[in-house]
């Protein structure tokens, strides 16, 4: 089941601001060259990213899961002047692409780029952040969710994708994936650290800002 419906999609994507020549060409050759290109932020996700990042116009942004860079690019389009911004991919596949979508978006001297599994890389980062993007593997949400919650700043935001799960979270689905998403959300839903509030947009994004 898909979120919104196709039409309401298309109504959307046509009247926000438009993708970036080179976002249009990520998307594209996302589509062409990947397996799972849906796994891409794509036009519509990456404007609300884009719009979230310049409101918060963050000194340093962490994401988790870069896969063909469209998001980070978009994160960084609110980035502060001299900020930086973390993404971390565990796909060393990618990153000669990556890293030439960077370098084309002029973002790429802010851009920190770190191959690894994303439960080993965070804790060698020694920042305080202001807006983490948690977008890789769903079963480490929560343990991602715990690992970033103590390097964001008072007032930052943590954004999480794919916390609707294409509508299954609602239904009678009783998989591992989405009892997992269940689970985050109803811990977060809980935590009383932090304001929250899910958009129903794309397959869910969640928007955590810590008190
Ligand atoms: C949904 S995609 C990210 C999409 C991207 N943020 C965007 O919006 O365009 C998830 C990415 O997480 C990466 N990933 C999965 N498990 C990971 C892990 N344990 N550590 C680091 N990266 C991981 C995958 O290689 C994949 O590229």
Redesign the pocket.
Known sequence: MEILDSRLETYLTSTCDAESALLKQIGRETHLMETMPH???GHYQGRVLSLLSTLVNPQSIL??????G??TICLAEGLAANGILHT????EELHERVERYFDSSGYGAQINYHIG???EVIPTLNEIFDLV?I???KK?NLNYYKMVIDKVRSGGLILI?NVLWKGKVTQEENDKQTEQIRLLNQYIAQDKTVQKIILPIRDGLLVIRKR
């Open positions: 796994m891409i932020s994401e988790i899961g870069t896969f063909t469209y998001a971390i991919d565990n796909n599994a994303a439960l993007f977008d890789a593997d480490n994708d």
